[in-house]
T-cell receptor, first 112, second 117 residues
Framework: DAKTTQPPSMDCAEGRAANLPCNHS???????VYWYRQIHSQGPQYIIHGLKNNETNEMASLIITEDRKSSTLILPHATLRDTAVYYCIVSSRGSTLGRLYFGRGTQLTVWP | GAGVSQSPSNKVTEKGKDVELRCDPI?????LYWYRQRLGQGLEFLIY????????KSGLPSDRFSAERTGESVSTLTIQRTQQEDSAVYLCASSLQGAGLSTDTQYFGPGTRLTVL
């Protein structure tokens, strides 16, 4: 399973864009990149996922490099409620059907 | 309810007692997952159901842990003879199809916080 590397923490001013990087250099061709976040004391919340094209939804944008070895999650106008741990995950294949591998993630702190 | 629900939200038990944790997945979701999250740690996979069968139980930490799912709906995670190291938040997720489809999004419940005294 592809592993991901994220910075342990980042901060961002309220109203500014938050850009969260993720490295996944061993990703294989048919694996997707997923982003989840976990606000304190809550279950993880799905944000967005993609294969190789950039994706955008109402929560965020996902930019995946052409070689697919890294990606960036962009929260265009961060608010205090976006303070959370953000997890970058590459989908699991093979015998370990279905499971998601959560690493330590990035603690994003949005300050006023 | 539109989301995954779990009960109880909090459970305090004494060492050696058995506990049952319940998960109600999103209606129509055939895949169901249990994870564990210790304080300050990431999520740890426990078991995965496709329908009522469990093709992947590899994450269950010991034979004190078991899970079942009935009617392709509700699942219960049972921990027998609880130990203090079992204290954690137990999270349940469901997805529409499962079976390792890489585009199948998992949606999580709020979790059950288990404290073993």
């Amino acid at each position: 399973d592809a592993k991901t590397t994220q910075p342990p923490s980042m901060d961002c001013a309220e109203g500014r864009a938050a850009n969260l990087p993720c490295n996944h250099s061993t990703i294989s061709g048919n694996e997707y990149v997923y982003w989840y976040r976990q606000i304190h004391s809550q279950g993880p919340q799905y944000i967005i996922h993609g294969l190789k094209n950039n994706e955008t939804n109402e929560m965020a944008s996902l930019i995946i490099t052409e070689d697919r070895k890294s990606s960036t999650l962009i929260l265009p106008h961060a608010t205090l409620r976006d303070t959370a741990v953000y997890y970058c995950i590459v989908s699991s294949r093979g015998s370990t059907l279905g499971r998601l591998y959560f690493g330590r993630g990035t603690q994003l702190t949005v300050w006023p | 309810g539109a989301g995954v629900s779990q009960s109880p939200s909090n459970k305090v038990t004494e060492k050696g007692k058995d506990v049952e944790l319940r998960c109600d997945p999103i209606s129509g979701h055939t895949a169901l997952y249990w994870y564990r999250q210790r304080l300050g740690q990431g999520l740890e996979f426990l078991i995965y159901f496709q329908g009522n069968s469990a093709p992947d139980k590899s994450g269950l930490p010991s034979d004190r842990f078991s899970a079942e799912r009935t009617g392709e709906s509700v699942s219960t995670l049972t921990i027998q003879r609880t130990q203090q190291e079992d204290s954690a938040v137990y999270l349940c997720a469901s997805s529409l199809q499962g079976a390792g489809l890489s585009t199948d999004t998992q949606y999580f419940g709020p979790g059950t916080r288990l404290t073993v005294l």
